[in-house]
Structures are given as structure tokens and as C-alpha cells.
């Protein structure tokens, strides 16, 4: 069975920075392409961020320049770098294989606010 468990989430200022992990078990992770998903108050959960298994990567037009995508495979983790982080980018995000597996992991919170 699939297990993610997502850290790394916090209150930060705008222009701040955050890193967020991932742990994933019951998946063969190294061949799997991952990613990292959000979703707002109110809004439907979209992709963020995706690395394949040999680490090219994919990013959402709104985060693109700002946040960084990483895999430690020996480790089963994955990681999103988030700087210049903007208010907008408050949500409750979460990762997962991509394209997603039914199962999700509890989610870490990001707020950005002054």
C-alpha cells in the first residue's frame, strides 16, 4: 500500500522560503516519476512540480523560476525547494507518484502572510 508523509510546511512571510519532504513507501520509487500537488481554499488540487526517475523536471507556470524539485531515491524522498514564496502559493500541498496514485498522505500546510 501506498504511504506518503509530507513535512516541512509552516507560516513564512512573503519573499520567504520553505523546503518540504516527502517520504514514500509501497511504491517502487526509483522507477517512478513523482510530484508535488496543492490545493487552496476553495480550489481544486493542481500540480505544482513533477521529476521523472532519471530527475528531468516539470513545473506549473506559477511556480516556475521559484521552486525547486528534488529526489533522493537511495532515501525514498522527494523535495520541493520554495523561495520568493508568494501569498497566493497558500495551500495544503502534498506529493505523490505522477500521474497520481488514489492514495494521499495527510498533507502539509503552507501559509504565506505578513
Known amino acids: 500500500q501506498v504511504q506518503l508523509v509530507e513535512s516541512g510546511g509552516g507560516l513564512v512571510q512573503p519573499g520567504g522560503s520553505l523546503r518540504l519532504s516527502c517520504a514514500a513507501s509501497?511504491?517502487?520509487?526509483?522507477?517512478?516519476?513523482m510530484g508535488w500537488y496543492r490545493q487552496a481554499p476553495g480550489k481544486q488540487r493542481e500540480s505544482v512540480a513533477s521529476?521523472?526517475?532519471?530527475?528531468?523536471?516539470y513545473y506549473s507556470a506559477s511556480v516556475k523560476g521559484r521552486f525547486t524539485i528534488s529526489r533522493d531515491n537511495a532515501k525514498n524522498m522527494v523535495y520541493l525547494q520554495m523561495n520568493s514564496l508568494k501569498p497566493e502559493d497558500t495551500a495544503v500541498y502534498y506529493c505523490?507518484?505522477?500521474?497520481?496514485?488514489?492514495?494521499w498522505g495527510q498533507g502539509t500546510q503552507v501559509t504565506v502572510s505578513s
Open positions: 505523490n507518484a505522477e500521474p497520481p496514485r488514489n492514495n
Open positions: 521529476i521523472s526517475s532519471r530527475g528531468s523536471t
Open positions: 509501497g511504491i517502487m520509487f526509483s522507477i517512478s516519476a
